[in-house]
């Protein structure tokens, strides 16, 4: 018996990003808006990987990533890595990183929480444990763990840094 391999084509220019948590390719879309994207996308789910068992990947064309995208992807999945394709071939590898402070991108649930106020303030939370992960918000000190976290949208983003630029 022989033995078969799902074959996914090479892009030949765009973004790879590989070593996702497995399950998590959807979310990472959706999360980072290039779910909305017109161009060719390989999407793999639970792949086998001799690392990790399982993960997923997914590979985009034409699509490069903003760091905002990077950081919402090292949230969800501290493990992967992003390789930037031009020809072909790779022309940058990057591991996501977790950064110590997760700034604007998470909404903090508690509804006394200063960071919910009209005031223009981003929200900001400590990173106590990458894996599993839990982060704390600096103003209330309210803990989270990934499967509460709410993700800010892109437009409350937006919002937000108009307000600070307008102070």
């Known amino acids: 018996m022989s033995e078969e391999k799902l074959k996914i084509d090479k892009i ?5 990003i590989d070593h996702i948590d497995s399950g998590y390719a959807l979310t990472i879309l959706n999360l980072t808006g290039l779910g909305e994207s017109p161009n060719l996308m390989t999407i793999g789910v639970n792949v086998s990987s001799k690392k990790y068992q399982k993960k997923d990947i997914i ?10 995208q990077m950081q919402q992807i090292s949230i969800l999945s501290p493990n992967a890595k992003i390789s930037l394709i031009d020809d072909y071939k790779v022309i940058e590898k990057k591991k996501v990183k977790l950064p110590n402070i997760i700034k604007s991108l998470i909404l903090c649930q508690n509804k006394t929480c200063i960071s919910n106020s009209e005031e223009p303030i981003e929200t900001e ?19 989270y763990k990934l499967d509460e976290i709410v993700f800010s949208s892109k ?3 937006e919002k937000k840094i108009k307000q600070t630029i307008q102070l």
């Open 125 to 143: 939370f400590n990173v106590l444990e990458e894996k599993p992960l839990k982060i704390q918000c600096v103003y209330c000190n309210r803990i």
């Open 59 to 68: 590979k985009i064309e034409g699509e490069f990533l903003d760091p905002i």
């Open 155 to 157: 437009e409350k983003i």
């Open 12 to 16: 030949k220019k765009g973004t790879v």
